[in-house]
């Protein structure tokens, strides 16, 4: 289980991402950024009883880019 802070809060970790990258995956997730990057993080380093999050279905090819 991972350590949390006296205040039961995960520390602040800033990462660095382009914007239209985080804009992209915010539509994705939603508010729940945080939470997946925490997940992938926990499967990444073999964490007991973690799970890859899932991805959501690709756009079709002939589909305009996402802006």
């Given at each position: 289980m991972p350590k949390q802070s006296p205040e039961?809060?995960?520390?602040?970790?800033?990462?660095?991402?382009?914007?239209?990258?985080?804009?992209?995956?915010?539509?994705?997730?939603?508010?729940?950024?945080?939470?997946?990057?925490?997940?992938?993080i926990a499967w990444h380093t073999h964490q007991p009883d973690a799970a890859m999050p899932k991805r959501p279905p690709a756009p079709p090819k002939d589909a305009p880019p996402a802006s």
């Open positions: 039961n809060h995960t520390p602040h970790r800033p990462i660095r991402v382009e914007d239209d990258l985080w804009e992209a995956f915010g539509r994705q997730v939603g508010r729940r950024r945080s939470q997946v990057v925490r997940d992938f």
